[in-house]
């Protein structure tokens, strides 16, 4: 019984997340990346609406991300499917257990992740990633639904500050006190209270991060690894 009221409040949430239209200035800007398109993929029909999280509903680990990029989620409409961001994250998912495949391209590629969840602060793609505070602040109850429905989350990741932001100031819309954590790469926070879960920041896996080498590969496979190591039970600082 629980499970089905359960697959009906996600059922409900995707809905709501689909057909969302708050931030009139990422719906034209995803409808217009969705229209023009990009060269290399002028026979795909993109998605071009608010992209709801993907993953595993029992999820241990939620990851939390920026927001979907104009070529790759809000093309494909899965997070992080289809552009260099997503095969960091997946082939990392994939080395560490939690997803089948190492490789993200599209909705029907197979992929099934196992203990995870990923969403992101904004579910449209924001013109040069960026999201306005108002924007932000107008998806947040979206993120606030997810941890409501996720209950089994142990461990949170967030990728970059913004993501960091966003989780704190949804436990607040929650009732909780998160207290004060500082954003720094590899940074862990124990659960701030009983219940809660712990938080572990990485930089995110955009370019800009991983072609200057702000963020190695090594870099971020250690992130992953001390996830596993913390949901198995051994310690992540
Ligand atoms: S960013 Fe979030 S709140 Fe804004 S239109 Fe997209 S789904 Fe709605």
Not at 92 to 117: E, F, I, K, M, T
Not at 127 to 147: D, S, Y
Not at 169 to 182: C, E, F, K, V
Request: hydrophobic share 40%; with cysteine.
């Amino acid at each position: 019984m629980t499970k089905i009221m359960n697959n009906e409040a996600w059922n409900e949430l995707q809905r709501q997340i689909i057909e969302c239209t708050a931030c009139p200035r990422l719906r034209h800007h995803c409808l217009e990346v969705a229209r023009t398109r990009r060269r290399q993929f002028r026979d795909w029909e993109y998605w071009g609406r608010p992209v709801p999280g993907f993953g595993d509903p029992e999820a241990e680990l939620l990851i939390i991300g920026l927001a979907p990029a104009a070529h790759g989620a809000n093309r494909t409409g899965r997070m992080f499917t289809g552009d260099d961001s997503g095969n960091w994250l997946y082939e990392a998912l994939y080395r560490y257990g939690w997803a089948n495949q190492p490789r993200a391209v599209s909705r029907g590629d197979g992929l099934v992740l196992r203990g995870a969840y990923i969403t992101a602060a904004a579910r449209c793609a924001p013109p040069h990633n960026k999201p306005t505070a108002e924007e932000l602040r107008a998806c947040r109850p979206f993120l606030v639904r997810e941890l409501q429905l996720l209950r089994r989350v142990r461990l949170v990741l967030v990728l970059g500050r913004i993501a960091l932001d966003a989780y704190l100031r949804a436990l607040r819309d929650l009732g909780h006190d998160p207290g004060r954590p500082a954003f720094g790469h590899g940074a862990f926070y124990p659960p701030p209270a009983p219940g809660l879960p712990a938080l572990l920041c990485s930089y995110h896996p955009s370019r800009q991060n991983t072609q200057t080498r702000r963020l190695t590969r090594e870099m971020w496979h250690e992130v992953f690894a001390r996830a596993r190591a913390y949901l198995d039970g051994q310690a992540a600082g």
